[in-house]
């Protein structure tokens, strides 16, 4: 079982930055994949990022890429978004992911789920 917890949203202008972080927690450590998701009011839930167990392999959906960019730190089990040149369009909640299939979080779907933490991107 793996619980996580998102913080680091809130209200940024056009252009600016912020950075997200997921912290896992649980009784069972094994070595996920991890992955964010984003869904913006009355549309479907879509793949932002994802990046493998030992952070080799990383990818990233055409509309961030260039822009945001995921990491993470195992030793402190946390997994990072730093996200760049925010656009209006990035305004969304967003999700934080693990699962053991990295394949798995590119398709859009995952074991489990954090709670989510909203993006506002506004002037």
């Known amino acids: 079982q793996v619980q996580l917890v998102e913080s680091g949203g809130g209200l940024v202008q056009p252009g600016g930055s912020l950075r997200l972080s997921c912290a896992a927690s649980g009784r069972t450590f094994r070595p996920y994949d991890m992955g964010w998701f984003r869904q913006a009011p009355g549309k479907e839930r879509e793949f932002v990022a994802a990046i493998s167990w030992i952070g080799s392999s990383t990818y990233y959906a055409d509309s961030v890429k260039g822009r945001f960019t995921i990491s993470r730190d195992n030793a402190k089990k946390v997994v990072y978004l730093q996200m760049n040149s925010l656009k209006p369009e990035d305004t969304a909640v967003y999700y934080c992911?693990?699962?053991?299939?990295?394949?798995?979080?590119?398709?859009?779907?995952?074991?489990?789920w954090g709670q989510g933490t909203q993006v506002t991107v506004s002037s």
């Open positions: 992911a693990a699962n053991s299939s990295l394949r798995t979080l590119r398709m859009g779907s995952s074991d489990y």
